[in-house]
Every structure is written in structure tokens, then in C-alpha cells.
């Protein structure tokens, strides 16, 4: 079951022109690099696509482009949260009238929300649109942290497919398992996906498979046949550079690595500072001689 949610997905970035619109060419490009180097579909307008700092209407511009860009030949996925309960009911139907495979969502965070009003706000959704939804873990940014008892409460409904869980709680992971064998768990922080795989994930969305996605379909391939060795010498080699990236802004390191590999990322958006050319003449001294 899910068979299409199984596998690698970059989240995807957001390339901008110095002007700070969105460079849709350069995204074109990105997509249709990612798509030959073999993932299993794009996860868009997530915490990596700089979705927080976009207008609605970017965002749904993301939606449709990525989905005329792909045409079914990979599985979608739209992070459609915000605070606005509105702007993400819309769209999630964005994302159905683009023909995505599934939705996901951050929980609404800033007010800090009873559980009972993250509930009221995602069966809000999943009842306004009818598409699979992926619950969203990302405690570092939204302050929830779900319990393994409140993602149950979710995933006991069908149209709550499953988790990103962009958590090291693998505690939580592995009791999500537990307790739904056959539902979609996806790993967030890429340089634990070797932990989330042998805790139960089926495999995971993140951002340095931006440019580096062949490296962690090889560990996620190692994984599933039963090269466990190869996938920790794998794993080892995709966390020194995720090491470099940390030092100095992990966003703002992947968008210079791929500007220099030959697809003009631009900056992120303000108030994002860039990082220096000092710094990016350290990274890629670091990094690309690890690619
Ligand atoms: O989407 C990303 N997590 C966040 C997942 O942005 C919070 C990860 O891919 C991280 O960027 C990556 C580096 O820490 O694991």
C-alpha cells in the first residue's frame, strides 16, 4: 500500500531572481535534473522551499508549476500549512486542482493551539479537500511536538495517510510504527535517515537531496537489501558534507553548492542573510570533492 510515498523526495528549494521573484526556469531545470538522477517525487512549499517567507499566491504558484513541469511522471506532495486556516484550505485545493497525490500540513503554530484546535484545523482541511494528508512533525520550527497518542488519534482516520517526521524523537517513530504497520512515516532530518530507516520509515523528504539525492537513494537501496555496512559508510560520507552545510546556514549552502553546480538559485528571501564568498569558497572547497 502507498507504494508511490515510498522512496526519496527532495524538498524542494525555492530558486529567486536577484529582483527576489521566483525563477521558474531555474526550477524547471532543478526538477528535471532531480527527476533523471532518480527520485520519487517532489514535496513543495515545505520548510526548504522558504514557504513561511512566500505569498499565498507564490505558493500556489509553485503547486501548479512543479505539477506542469513533472505531468505525472513522479509523486507530488504540497506542504499547504499556515496560520490562516483559509489560506491553507485554499491551498490544498490548489494542490487537488493540479492534480497532487497527496497534501501535507504544519500544524498551525504562533498561538500555541490546544491539541483540540490542531485537530479542529486539519479535519477542517482533510473535510474541505479530499486528498490523502501527511501530518507534518517539525518541532524545531512550529513548537508541537505530537505524541505518539496524538498522531494515533489522526492516523486512525484514512484520509490521514501517515508522517514526516522532522524529529530525532525516534522513540515517537518507532511507536508510530508500532501502532500503524502499513501507514507512510518519512524521515526528516537527512542525516539520520539510516536511524529513521531501521526504525521503520519508508523513506524521506529533505533538503540536501536537493543536490545530493543519488548518494541517499544508494543508502535507501542498501537499506531495503539488506547492505547495512555500505549504508553506514554512505551515511557517513552524506553527514561530512551535511556537517560543511551546518557550519554556516544549511539552506543558504545548498542554494550556492547547485548555483555552482549550474543552476542559478539566487539567494533566500530577506530576512534570510546570503553567506559570504569567503564562506562559500570554504564550502565548496569542503564539499564539492565529497559529491
Ligand atoms: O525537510 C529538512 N528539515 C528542516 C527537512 O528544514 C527542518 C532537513 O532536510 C534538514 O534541512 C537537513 C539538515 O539538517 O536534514
Redesign the pocket.
Known amino acids: 500500500m502507498y507504494e508511490k510515498f515510498k522512496g526519496i523526495f527532495p ?1 524542494l528549494l525555492t530558486p529567486f531572481h536577484d529582483d527576489g521573484s521566483i525563477n521558474f526556469d531555474a526550477l524547471e531545470t532543478l526538477v528535471e535534473r532531480l527527476i533523471s538522477q532518480g527520485v520519487k517525487g517532489f ?1 513543495v512549499d ?3 522551499g522558504e514557504a513561511f517567507l512566500l505569498s499565498t499566491e507564490e505558493r500556489k504558484a509553485l503547486i501548479k508549476a512543479v505539477a506542469a513541469f513533472t505531468k505525472g511522471r513522479v509523486t507530488l506532495i504540497a506542504q499547504i500549512g499556515s496560520v490562516c486556516l483559509g489560506d491553507a484550505i485554499s491551498l490544498a485545493q490548489c494542490a487537488r486542482d493540479a492534480g497532487y497525490d497527496a497534501i501535507s500540513s504544519v500544524p498551525p503554530f504562533y498561538y500555541k493551539f490546544s491539541f483540540d484546535e490542531i485537530k479542529r484545523y486539519y479535519y477542517a482541511i482533510v473535510e474541505a479537500v479530499d486528498l490523502p494528508m501527511l501530518i507534518y512533525n ?1 518541532p ?2 512550529t513548537g508541537v511536538s505530537f505524541s505518539a497518542e496524538q498522531i494515533s488519534e489522526f492516523l486512525r482516520d484514512d484520509r490521514f495517510i501517515g508522517v ?1 517526521h ?1 524529529s530525532s524523537d525516534f522513540f515517537a517513530l518507532r511507536q508510530f510504527r508500532t501502532a500503524f504497520p502499513d501507514k507512510v512515516m518519512l524521515n ?5 535517515l539510516l536511524a529513521g530507516l531501521s526504525l521503520g520509515a519508508n523513506g ?6 536537493n543536490f545530493m539525492p543519488e548518494k541517499f537513494i544508494r543508502i535507501y537501496n542498501c537499506f531495503n537489501e539488506g547492505k547495512l555496512e555500505e549504508a553506514a559508510r554512505l551515511q557517513e560520507e552524506a553527514d561530512k558534507i ?1 556537517a560543511a ?2 557550519r554556516v546556514g ?2 543558504q549552502s ?1 542554494k550556492a553548492i547547485l548555483t555552482k553546480l549550474g543552476i542559478p538559485m539566487g539567494a533566500l528571501r530577506a530576512p534570510f542573510i546570503d553567506i559570504t564568498p569567503e564562506q562559500k569558497e570554504k564550502l565548496f572547497t569542503e564539499v564539492l570533492p565529497l559529491l
Open positions: 524538498a514535496y515545505g520548510s526548504t517539525v524545531l520550527y514526516k522532522t526528516g532530518y537527512d542525516e539520520m524521506a523528504i529533505g533538503s540536501t537531496y551535511i552545510l551546518c544549511v539552506m545548498e
